[in-house]
């Protein structure tokens, strides 16, 4: 053996031991650590998030399943009696908000040819009419 590595090369296995368990260790405890940090910060995005899915799908509604019906219901009436007219465009089984509340909708012409789907979603209080509706239209 090279007289410069013997420094390095220790015949005792015990220490080589203890800083193989030692950096388990720190292993063990820094990731724990770090999956409670981002359990947390992962837990707290999705719990801001309600309103959000409601607004998506008020808007889904509007934009993306009412012309999608229009253009299979051509021929018959302008606007649906029911949301439940668009479930089959929608990942929905139902039409109730996160809230538990039915979307409300108006649907008509507002001086445009094609006939337009207002959505509103009565947000947290589960009233219509207030300040934290959130609505499909611009």
């Known amino acids: 053996m090279h007289p410069a590595l013997q420094p390095y090369l220790?015949?005792?296995p015990v220490r080589t031991w203890r800083y193989v368990v030692a950096g388990a260790l720190v292993g063990l405890i820094g990731?724990?650590?770090a999956i409670a940090i981002l359990d947390h910060q992962v837990t707290r995005c999705f719990c801001d998030t309600t309103e959000d899915i409601a607004l998506v799908t008020a808007k889904k509604y509007a934009f993306e399943a009412f012309p999608q019906w229009r253009s299979t219901?051509?021929?018959g009436p302008a606007?649906?009696?029911s949301l439940d007219a668009l479930l089959p465009w929608m990942n929905n089984k139902d039409t109730l908000d996160p809230w538990g509340t039915e979307y409300a909708f108006w649907c008509?012409?507002?001086g445009a040819l094609e006939p337009v789907?207002?959505?509103?979603?009565a947000g947290p209080d589960r009233e219509l009419g207030t300040a934290d509706?959130?609505?499909s239209d611009p």
Do not use: Y
């Open 10 to 12: 220790d015949p005792k």
């Open 31 to 33: 990731s724990r650590v």
């Open 73 to 75: 219901a051509w021929n």
């Open 108 to 110: 008509g012409r507002t």
């Open 117 to 121: 789907l207002h959505v509103t979603s």
């Open 79 to 81: 606007c649906p009696s």
């Open 133 to 135: 509706d959130l609505r």
